[in-house]
């Protein structure tokens, strides 16, 4: 598969420049290894110490059900796009202040773009597809 590395500069949710590369999903599942020790994505998926990833490209930040979500997070008024993603995934606590996610976030720019491109295949029901 073809990656494009065009870089394209854009405002996050809280300000922060991001770069945003195209993504491969192929390569999105292999760095998405290293969050699934919290989280689990597909038809099977479980909440646990943190929420399931179904469906999250597009969904409001604190939405997912059953999850018990930190303050900051249910109220933060985010909507997981690509732009507010990639700076959350960079540094998770900068973006939301007293979240209870710990992981302190991927530091490659085509990291970031390929797990939102794997996360991106799958529908709030846990299949998978390209939406």
Not at 68 to 83: I, P
Not at 88 to 102: D, E, F, N, Q, S
């Amino acid at each position: 598969m073809l990656v494009l590395t065009l870089m394209i500069a854009i405002g996050s949710a809280r300000g922060q420049d991001v770069a945003i590369l195209a993504g491969s999903p192929d390569a999105g599942a292999v760095v998405f290894k290293k969050c699934m020790a919290c989280h689990q994505i597909g038809p099977n998926a479980q909440n646990g110490i943190a929420p399931v990833l179904n469906g999250v490209v597009g969904r409001p930040a604190g939405q997912y059900p059953n999850y018990s979500y930190s303050s900051a997070n249910k109220n933060s008024g985010l909507v997981w796009d690509e732009r507010t993603l990639s700076a959350y995934l960079r540094a998770p606590a900068k973006i939301v202040p007293g979240t209870k996610m710990i992981f302190s976030g991927l530091k490659k720019d085509q990291e970031i773009s390929d797990v939102i491109a794997y996360l991106k295949q799958f529908t709030a029901d846990g299949k998978q597809g390209v939406r």
